[in-house]
């Protein structure tokens, strides 16, 4: 009767570490998440700066 017992308990331990593994699986794919959307925030911000900066100087050049 303890090796049926035992069973069931490693089984349901294991049951467990999957539940705990795949709950910081998801809190660490919302977190990459967050950080490509930062940095694609980011990237198209330096985008408009430097498509301003370039304008910029082609009108400063045509003034010349």
Request: no cysteine.
């Amino acid at each position: 009767m303890f090796w049926p017992m035992f069973a069931v308990a490693m089984g349901f331990l294991g049951l467990v570490v999957l539940g705990v593994l795949a709950v910081r699986v998801f809190v660490e794919a919302q977190r990459l998440g967050r950080q490509v959307t930062d940095s694609a925030r980011r990237i198209n911000r330096a985008a408009e700066d430097l498509e301003r900066a370039t304008a910029s100087a082609a009108r400063s050049v045509d003034a010349l």
